[in-house]
């Protein structure tokens, strides 16, 4: 099956669970990360159970602060 993630199309294995695309992409600081999943925000509570769909879409956010 394929997945597009960060614009990218991957093939990947069938029944990938998120917590394994994110060692498969070395996601750097996972407990800080937010994923997308087709335009939807997965819970942390979630991710474990996240299994992924041929044709999902996914997006791994970092939010940084900042400002004056």
């Given at each position: 099956m394929y997945v597009t993630v960060a614009g990218t199309r991957k093939k990947v294995k069938e029944g990938l669970t998120l917590p394994e695309l994110i060692e498969l992409e070395k996601v750097e600081t996972p407990?800080?990360?937010?994923?997308?999943i087709n335009d939807e925000f997965i819970d942390a509570d979630q991710r474990a159970?996240?299994?992924?769909?041929?044709?999902?879409?996914?997006?791994?956010?970092y939010f940084m602060g900042g400002g004056c």
């Open positions: 407990e800080y990360v937010t994923v997308s159970e996240t299994v992924l769909k041929d044709g999902d879409a996914v997006e791994f956010l």
